[in-house]
């Protein structure tokens, strides 16, 4: 059934647009259809060492590769209606696995590691836009979108696929635009996202085989299926003044739930965005207020964060130097209450790569980004127009001790401190449009008593992406 509803929504999405263009074609009218068309191929290495408990005793390491492809089209039919389809695959070799060595190639589930084979090719993107509907200054967008960077910076919306890394970001949602007038506009957004990536059709699905998934049939996108509706205004009334507001009710069921979403969620958020934007100098935060419900008991929670960047503009190298703080409300385990942030759908690196992945043995969830005092300063140089160096220091602390199911083998219970993470990237474009572009990243983490053990865990990752 769920299959027959994701062909049905490529019939609904996909059908208007190739009838226009039949229908053009007929009449010998084509002067309003602009096509487009593209992909992208991006490669990674990325290695990992005591992501999880900060223990050389115990073999949790990774090195493998990550190859990401996609194919993009769009069809404008007129000025105001838009189809768009993008296709993803991603595989990932796995040259080391935790003491494990992968077999080249192997499609035994059986066997200790991951299969070094094709993964599947997904629907990625499927949406239809109708600008101006009814002639009112309203905009629609329908269908599987991506809401990267449009929100907030992406504290709270930005990747509705958290469990499968960076494969995909995208949210099944319809979103419907109001341009009140040219400094105002309103969004309203539904969200229906899936756990599992049953929805749309996949190639190559029955070959796949993920060895430690409870349900190895699809891909796990999600801890749990989330709900949610949100309302989003943003102001540029003001010169360099970006003011954003928003409203969001979420929820989380518990089925096939673990650690902080083993219950299911009924949960508020409300909260603003600022950016102000000086000669040489951007003040920006964000803060935000929960309240609701984790299974029978109450909840709450407080997020946000403030920083300040500053631009050396006429010194050399163009440096750039960024101050700033974060905080996430955590959980006391003696209240009654569950007081603990809940990221919604931003669960991706948007501080760190490496201490995104060591989330997953406090909350059993990766990148449930909460219980967090985070001071921190980054410095950017540009060494030439394709060249740019960062290094970041962040220094975090918990406010609350773990969870009381986290493990007692990993978690001391009598420290706050979390640790140290240093960090250092060097990015580079080939051509001047940037089509060609890499980078290298470097993520090193001192832990501090929060952690039983005190080896250092590393992340290290190199990347080339070709788009065309």
């Not at 190895?216 to 003011?243: D, H, I």
């Not at 905080?327 to 690196?349: A, C, H, I, Q, V």
């Amino acid at each position: 059934m769920k299959k027959m509803m994701g062909i049905l929504l490529i019939l609904v999405l996909v059908l208007p647009v190739v009838s226009f263009a039949q229908s053009q074609a007929a009449s010998g009218s084509s002067d309003s259809l602009e096509y487009k068309w593209g992909g992208a191929l991006r490669l990674r290495n990325e290695y990992w060492k005591n992501w999880k408990d900060m223990n050389n005793d115990v073999l949790d390491n990774r090195n493998f590769f990550r190859v990401k492809t996609s194919l993009w089209g769009q069809v404008d039919y007129t000025k105001d209606y838009t189809g768009f389809i993008k296709l993803t695959n991603e595989f990932k070799p796995y040259t080391y696995l935790g003491g494990s060595v992968s077999t080249l190639p192997d499609k035994n589930p059986n066997k200790k590691g991951y299969q070094f084979m094709i993964d599947e090719v997904l629907v990625d993107n499927l949406y239809f836009d109708v600008r101006n509907f009814l002639t009112l200054p309203v905009d629609l967008r329908i269908g599987r979108q991506d809401f990267l960077g449009t929100y907030g910076e992406g504290f709270l919306i930005m990747d509705g696929t958290p469990q499968d890394g960076s494969r995909t970001f995208f949210f099944d949602a319809a979103k419907a635009t109001w341009r009140i007038d040219p400094n105002n506009t309103l969004d309203l957004i539904l969200i229906n996202d899936p756990r599992d990536d049953d929805v749309l059709p996949v190639i190559n699905r029955d070959e796949y085989k993920l060895i430690y998934a409870t349900s190895p049939k699809y891909y796990l996108l999600n801890t749990t299926r989330e709900k949610a509706s949100v309302l989003y205004w943003k102001n540029k009334a003001v010169k360099g003044l970006n003011l954003e507001g928003y409203y969001i009710y979420k929820t989380e069921d518990d089925k096939g739930g673990a650690g902080l979403q083993a219950e299911e969620t009924r949960l508020n958020t409300v909260g603003s965005f600022a950016k102000y934007t000086m000669a040489s100098c951007i003040l920006r935060g964000q803060l935000a207020y929960q309240f609701g419900e984790y299974g029978d008991e109450d909840r709450e929670g407080l997020g946000g964060y403030a920083w300040i960047d500053h631009d050396f503009k006429d010194t050399q190298w163009s440096p750039q130097l960024s101050v700033g703080y974060v905080y996430l409300s955590g959980d006391d385990s003696s209240t009654s209450k569950m007081e603990g942030w809940d990221p919604l759908f931003s669960r991706f690196p948007l501080w760190s790569e490496l201490y995104l992945l060591s989330y997953a043995s406090e909350t059993r969830i990766v990148g449930y980004w909460t219980n967090l005092s985070m001071p921190g300063v980054s410095l950017k140089f540009k060494p030439t127009d394709k060249m740019k160096l960062t290094f970041a220091y962040y220094y975090l602390m918990a406010n609350e001790n773990p969870p009381t199911f986290a493990s007692t083998k990993v978690f001391s219970f009598d420290s706050k401190q979390r640790g140290q993470l240093p960090q250092a990237r060097i990015d580079y474009k080939f051509d001047k449009k940037g089509n060609i572009t890499g980078y290298f990243l470097a993520e090193y983490f001192k832990p501090g008593k929060f952690y039983v053990n005190k080896d250092p865990a590393v992340f290290l990752r190199t990347e080339l992406q070709i788009k065309f």
